[in-house]
């Protein structure tokens, strides 16, 4: 598997006896990443039967509640479960106070480090990089300080071609990865045989966009260029086009243009007004413009692979 998303959450603020702020739980080559965290978070993690501890890296677009009032409880319970290894969380300037006011009023104790990144830029920059992944800020228009964010796996190794390598004897086990590196072979007589015939092409690389609260803002559509999975917010239906663009919100037409004009391969819409009884008003807008457009669920799982 290369990327698993679960739909912890996807309403907009008022949390009801079927649906729940905005929260998600990414996994990419065994990396968990907890995106966004409003209240009862982690009640859908243990519906999800996720594990806690296995979740090293937090993203929190913004500050408003319905994005982040669940993370005090997240983070109480780590401790409670014997948490040591550190947390990272990526957010916004004042996350850090945020937390720790919580913490300290309350009484609380951890026993695990928290490291903060406050994010303040206007431009995208990535925040996370390793070996398997990298995640940079897709600066948006909400009525505070908002960032979603880009999920990329970067290239993996290429696969060996047994059949090939097998003409050549002076090949060995320990050339292998260098082989899977992409690197050319040199035999002793100093003939180059090209790796595009020693190996295969490795399996694909995924992406995916996290678009929380956000007016239409068609300048991001570079940053999320052809991603294969994008999460765009979709408050109301185009008809609120003026309400929408006076609370920092989009339309689901905004969000099917978003789509469309970076060649997404899959659009997830989310964040809906409690005013609709049945999302499929705003899935109906979007497949308009983009047809490959999707209404999230309770703890679906989407899979790309």
Do not use: W
């Not at 509640?65 to 401790?79: A, K």
């Not at 290894?85 to 006011?101: D, R």
């Not at 999320?224 to 999460?231: A, E, P, Q, R, T």
């Amino acid at each position: 598997m290369a990327l698993e998303l679960t739909i912890l959450g996807f309403n907009s603020a008022l949390p009801t006896a079927n649906s729940h702020p905005s929260a998600q739980l990414l996994n990419i080559e065994e990396r968990y990443f907890l995106i966004d965290c409003g209240e009862g978070t982690q009640v859908q993690l243990r519906r999800a039967k996720a594990k806690f501890n296995k979740i090293n890296t937090i993203f929190i677009s913004h500050l408003h509640g319905d994005h982040v009032f669940g993370l005090i409880g997240f983070l109480s319970s780590l401790q409670l479960l014997g948490r040591k290894t550190p947390v990272t969380i990526h957010g916004p300037k004042g996350i850090k106070e945020f937390i720790e006011v919580q913490l300290r009023l309350s009484g609380a104790y951890h026993g695990y480090p928290i490291i903060f990144n406050e994010l303040e830029g206007n431009q995208s920059q990535i925040i996370f990089e390793d070996d398997k992944v990298r995640v940079s800020t897709i600066p948006l228009d909400h009525r505070i300080y908002t960032n979603g964010y880009l999920f990329v796996e970067k290239e993996k190794l290429r696969r060996l071609n047994t059949d090939a390598i097998n003409e050549f004897p002076e090949i060995e086990i320990c050339d292998y990865h260098n082989l899977k590196k992409g690197k050319d072979f040199v035999l002793s007589s100093g003939k180059v045989i090209p790796n595009e015939y020693l190996t295969f092409d490795g399996a694909r690389s995924f992406s995916y966009a996290y678009c929380s609260d956000t007016r239409y803002k068609p300048d991001i559509i570079p940053i999320i260029k052809n991603v294969d999975l994008l999460y765009h917010e979709s408050t109301f239906l185009h008809e609120l086009k003026e309400l929408a663009d006076f609370t920092g919100h989009s339309t689901s037409l905004e969000a099917a243009q978003i789509a469309k004009e970076a060649n997404a391969k899959q659009l997830i819409l989310g964040h809906f007004s409690n005013r609709y009884s049945d999302y499929r008003v705003l899935l109906d807008e979007a497949k308009t413009v983009f047809e490959h457009t999707i209404l999230p669920q309770n703890l679906m799982k989407i899979k790309l692979k």
